[in-house]
């Protein structure tokens, strides 16, 4: 079931134009949320901002917006049986929402934390201030390493993100986040994180991850609007592992803001 076009779907195909952009070259932008208490204004949900993102690329990209009503409406159907909507817009203005569940032993990961690993450079994610449908890079590095997340990095082993989020590190009674500046997702959650935090009057370093910094962290983690946050205890390079505390207690402060 799926929703395409102010239609309701029950079908596990979609028909495209064999010579649609979205399918020859990738081109939609997407979103992909959680719903809180099946509510679309719930303020985790956080509706407004997944589509001021998905308008701010339509516009940068000079594409027709959807009808947003239709978007809505969509949303609204498809979360009754999901808890997590993946929205895409086409270039001529047309949606796609398909529904699925939480990813497999969430709490678990977010409790105990998971392994990842240092991608191939050339794995960095293309137009990376937008979420387009060529998300093929994210996709290869997540899937070549063996591990349950990849770390992207840029030319020089500046880690940039996740294959799937925005990370965070602690330490000096400090979090640390790249800029967006280095080529990142602008992530709703990590918009989310500094808001609040900021709020607190918490200290937040945005600066390069370079590779002599995040040997200094004591704990790090990934977000995005789905898992909200998991911590990694174990990073794999190339010279070597990295070990981490995915129980430290600064990890109370942002799991925190997650509370319904």
Known sequence: MYWYCGKLINSKNLELDINDPGLLYGATVFTTLRVYNCSLDHYLTNWDAHCDRLKCSLQTFAWTEPNWDFVRQGAEIILQKYPVLRITIFPDGREWILGRLLPEKLTQKQNY??????????????????KTGNYLSAW??????????????????????????????????????PPVEVGILPGIERSHIIKNLQKRQTTICQEPWTPQLVKDFVAIAYTN?????????????????LEYNPYHPCFLELKGLFLP
């Open 225 to 241: 609007s789905v898992i909200e946050i998991i911590p990694i205890h174990t990073l794999q390079t190339p010279s070597g592992s």
């Open 113 to 130: 934390g998971i392994v990842a690993a240092i991608s191939q450079t050339e794995f960095t994610r293309s137009l990376p201030n937008h």
């Open 140 to 177: 290869l590095a997540k899937n070549r390493v063996k591990a349950e997340e990849a770390i992207l990095v840029d030319s020089q082993g500046n880690w940039l993100e996740t294959s799937t989020g925005n990370l965070w590190g602690w330490k000096n009674d400090c979090w640390w986040t």
